[in-house]
């Protein structure tokens, strides 16, 4: 009796201490590499995507975050410390709900793009998430040379006195820059929409459907002026085929000033199952964005290799943008007139309509993963 209540023992001791190395091996094991899709708009919003991966091995010293290039501007692998996490396919897709749509049917998994596509999206009740903070401001209104205003309070003097439509291009219905745009109609008491029907209107809002299409719209005098983001503006003025009249930031009521205008963000499915690759992509993000703030020229020839765009174009239209991943009181604040705006515009229908701003977060944005990055790269620049 008593050997066999020894080997029960001897067993039991092995049993456990075997588990117990299987579980320490596998607490050790690092993930298995993943494939993780990002996309980008291809305008300099998202100039810290650009520089992150131009400027990899630099910032490596610091956080250990690396990329090894495949492919340049395509396939990447991002390296933790010397050790492959995951392969980045980078791909150019569409603006405004162009990229969370995307992101929605898994084309990619991690979107940068505008706050108010993201958040629309949400409200569809797509599995899209808000995962950080990226750029506020720099969207502008734009006009032909030889229109007759040169200001925003001459401009409304037009609209209220005009006997027909002026026809203000915008390149997406839920664009930031249009949402902004409206509002301020809204405001002056300028009767506007999209209805070519309709006579009654001082301001026709025309879907150019692209951003790439605002100044080729406005050149063919199919607008007159458009709501858009740089460097679109900054390419007008370079090539003489428009002039700014105004920030929209600068726009009564001044709800928007220093407004969100791009966010990351990514489909509930990788938050999930890759949130490992995330962060480190977002700590690549983190120093990017930090090298825009500080060294311009290293911002500017990013933004010229990947968009195409001249440098004149990007030190002009680079300034006009401010970059942060810091979700702060004032970016909170400011997200929340985004949402009453959205209301207000009767552009919620779904799961965000009628919410408070203090509620939408619970419903649109992940911000885990970001807290997890600033810790990384806190720690690792500390080096622990």
């Given at each position: 009796m008593k050997k066999i209540m020894w080997r029960l023992t001897a067993v039991l001791i092995g049993t456990v201490f075997l588990t117990g190395c299987k579980q320490k091996e596998e607490a050790e094991t690092p993930a298995a590499p993943v494939t993780l899709k990002v996309g980008h708009v291809g305008h300099d919003h998202h100039t810290a995507l650009f520089v992150a991966l131009?400027?990899?091995?630099?910032?490596?010293?610091?956080?250990?975050?690396?990329?090894?290039?495949?492919?340049?501007?395509?396939?990447?692998?991002?390296?933790?410390?010397?050790?492959?996490?995951?392969?980045?396919?980078?791909?150019?897709?569409?603006?405004?709900?162009?990229?969370?749509?995307?992101?929605?049917?898994?084309?990619?998994?991690?979107?940068?793009?505008?706050?108010?596509?993201?958040?629309?999206?949400?409200?569809?009740?797509?599995?899209?998430?808000?995962?950080?903070?990226?750029?506020?401001?720099?969207?502008m209104f734009v006009v032909k040379p030889d229109f007759p205003a040169k200001t925003w309070k001459e401009f409304v003097e037009i609209a209220k006195a005009t006997d027909k439509p002026i026809r203000i291009g915008y390149k997406n219905?839920?664009?930031?820059?249009?949402?902004?745009?409206?509002?301020?109609?809204?405001?002056?008491?300028?009767?506007?929409?999209?209805?070519?029907?309709?006579?009654?209107?001082?301001?026709?809002?025309?879907?150019?459907k692209?951003?790439?299409?605002?100044?080729?719209?406005?050149?063919?005098?199919?607008?007159?002026?458009?709501?858009?983001?740089?460097?679109?503006?900054?390419?007008?003025v370079e090539t003489g085929a428009g002039r700014i009249i105004c920030d929209l930031e600068d726009l009564p009521p001044g709800t928007f000033r220093d407004h969100p205008c791009c966010c990351i963000a990514a489909n509930t499915k990788a938050i999930e199952g890759k949130s490992e690759a995330?962060?480190?992509?977002?700590?690549?993000?983190?120093?990017?964005?930090e090298t825009i703030n500080s060294d311009l020229d290293k911002a500017v020839a990013s933004a010229v290799r990947w968009i195409g765009t001249s440098e004149s174009v990007e030190r002009m239209s680079i300034p006009t943008s401010g970059y942060s991943m810091e979700p702060?009181?004032?970016?909170?604040?400011?997200?929340?007139?985004?949402?009453?705006?959205?209301?207000?515009?009767?552009?919620?229908?779904?799961?965000?309509?009628?919410?408070?701003?203090?509620?939408?977060?619970?419903?649109?944005?992940?911000l885990t993963l970001l807290e997890k990055a600033r810790n990384k790269l806190a720690e690792r620049r500390a080096g622990k």
């Open positions: 131009d400027n990899a091995s630099e910032f490596a010293k610091q956080s250990g975050i690396d990329v090894k290039v495949i492919e340049d501007r395509k396939f990447y692998e991002l390296l933790d410390q010397g050790k492959k996490v995951a392969d980045l396919e980078i791909l150019k897709v569409g603006g405004a709900s162009k990229m969370p749509t995307a992101l929605a049917q898994d084309v990619i998994e991690v979107g940068l793009g505008g706050v108010a596509p993201v958040l629309a999206s949400a409200d569809s009740g797509a599995p899209v998430k808000l995962i950080a903070p990226l750029h506020y401001k720099g969207d219905p839920v664009a930031v820059a249009k949402l902004v745009f409206e509002e301020a109609l809204k405001h002056e008491g300028i009767t506007f929409g999209g209805d070519p029907a309709r006579t009654d209107l001082q301001v026709q809002m025309i879907n150019v692209g951003g790439d299409k605002l100044n080729i719209s406005l050149g063919s005098n199919v607008i007159e002026g458009y709501a858009g983001n740089n460097p679109f503006p900054a390419i007008a995330i962060v480190d992509l977002m700590v690549l993000f983190m120093q990017g964005t702060t009181e004032r970016w909170n604040l400011t997200m929340g007139k985004w949402i009453e705006a959205m209301n207000g515009l009767d552009i919620f229908k779904g799961k965000l309509k009628d919410l408070e701003p203090t509620e939408v977060p619970n419903v649109a944005y992940d």
